[in-house]
Nanobody
Framework: QVQLVESGGGLVQPGRSLNLSCAAS????????MGWYRQAPGKEREFIAR???????NYADSLEGRFTISNYNVDNTMYLQMNSLQPEDTAVYYC????????????????WGRGTQVTVSS
C-alpha cells in the first residue's frame, strides 16, 4: 500500500503565498515522478507541474513563474510553492505519483492523494 497525503491548503488573501506539501509513504521501492494537479468547482482536473527523480520539471504554461515544484529526494516529500495567488487559483489541489512498489518493482502504479483545499478570497 502507498499513501499520498497533501497538506498546507487553506484560506489566503489575493496576492499572498502558500506552500503545499505531499508526503508519500508505504511500500515504496522507488518514485518515478511526482506532480500536482488541481480541480476547481465545475471544472476538469488541471495539470500544474511534475518533477522526476532526476529533477526534471514540467509546468503548465499558464502557471510557470508563479508556482514552483520541488523535488522529493528528502523523505519522499514534494512541495508546491504558490505565489501571487488569485481567486481563480481556488481549487482542490491533488498530489500524484508514479511509483514502483516494493511488491512489484518491474511495473509502476499511479497514485493520487485525497487533495487539499485552497481558497483565495479577500
Amino acid at each position: 500500500q502507498v499513501q499520498l497525503v497533501e497538506s498546507g491548503g487553506g484560506l489566503v488573501q489575493p496576492g499572498r503565498s502558500l506552500n503545499l506539501s505531499c508526503a508519500a509513504s508505504g511500500s515504496i521501492f522507488s518514485i518515478v515522478q511526482m506532480g500536482w494537479y488541481r480541480q476547481a468547482p465545475g471544472k476538469e482536473r488541471e495539470f500544474i507541474a511534475r518533477v522526476t527523480g532526476s529533477g526534471n520539471t514540467n509546468y503548465a504554461d499558464s502557471l510557470e513563474g508563479r508556482f514552483t515544484i520541488s523535488n522529493y529526494n528528502v523523505d519522499n516529500t514534494m512541495y508546491l510553492q504558490m505565489n501571487s495567488l488569485q481567486p481563480e487559483d481556488t481549487a482542490v489541489y491533488y498530489c500524484n505519483a508514479l511509483i514502483r512498489t516494493s511488491t512489484s518493482i518491474i511495473g509502476t502504479t499511479n497514485y493520487w492523494g485525497r487533495g487539499t483545499q485552497v481558497t483565495v478570497s479577500s
